[in-house]
């Protein structure tokens, strides 16, 4: 079983040393590394230049994730291509962890796991908004994202590869593709990347609206969207009673004081920090306008 590590970068600066001293690190390592980038015009290719691994790197100025990613598959000679970010870093058995279900033949997929790194209270509070944390883990029905997963190189070809058409959530689409084809996924949860979250409300903020427009895009989340639109549909009514029946302002103050004490109680122990008292409502109310503005976006611009 030959295995193919294939990745994408864009001004990596910053985190490819990080991230490739952690590829050196395995314990199983892959039989060729093949890095695609979009177009770098920091020092990020300088640095790869100097590192002494066995590395191949294409360049394809423009290209999306997606198209990066199909790219290096191509060019990939494993029978097993397994996916990763640069902003991550790997743990050191977490390719062997990844491929370990590959003997089992009937199994097509894997779908590692991941956690963040985090130094500040802001992103630990980020985490749960970002990723599926480990008690909400169901195995039976976790999807692969590209930050940790396998996948055999037939079975990627003949599911058409990452879909072009959505760079804001090419590896949701892709993944809901594998599902609706039937084919078998594992799930590994000792296979762990650590992924570094978004740092400010503004990077936050446009996350969660390219995720919310990709999602809208491709006909996904349909439900758990709808749910963001009937809380605030219900505030709005009980704002417009309120014009009208003194107790329904008393109903809506009660419902937001509800609302933003729900955000922390759901999220607080993750975090077990004072400040996530203001900053997960904080998080929980841009999380909502950012799914709002980019589920419009997405739907403007979806193909009918």
Known sequence: MKI?????????????????????????RSDEVIIVDG????????ILAERKENIRVLIIKGANRSLGRNRGVEEAKGDIIAFTD????????????LTKPFS???????AGFYNAITKTAFEKCVAPYALVMPDRVNPKIFLPASRSMAIRKDTFNKAGGFPINFPDNEDFVFAN???NMGIKMAFSKNAVVSWMPRTTISSF??????FAKGDAKAGLRT???LSVFARYGLLLLLLFLARYFNDFLLYFSLSVLFYLIWSIFKNYRYVKDVRAFYILPLLQLTSDFAVISGTTAGLLTREI
């Open 205 to 210: 903020w446009r996350m969660i609206f390219r």
């Open 223 to 225: 439900l758990k969207v």
């Open 39 to 46: 177009g770098s015009v920091d020092w990020t290719l300088e």
């Open 86 to 97: 640069a902003g991550c870093i790997l743990d050191k058995n977490w390719l062997l962890e």
């Open 177 to 179: 593709n594998l599902k």
């Open 4 to 28: 193919s590590l294939v990745v994408t970068i864009l001004n990596e600066e910053k985190t490819i040393e990080p991230f490739l001293d952690s590829v050196a690190g395995q314990t199983l």
């Open 104 to 110: 089992d033949e009937k199994v097509e997929v894997v």
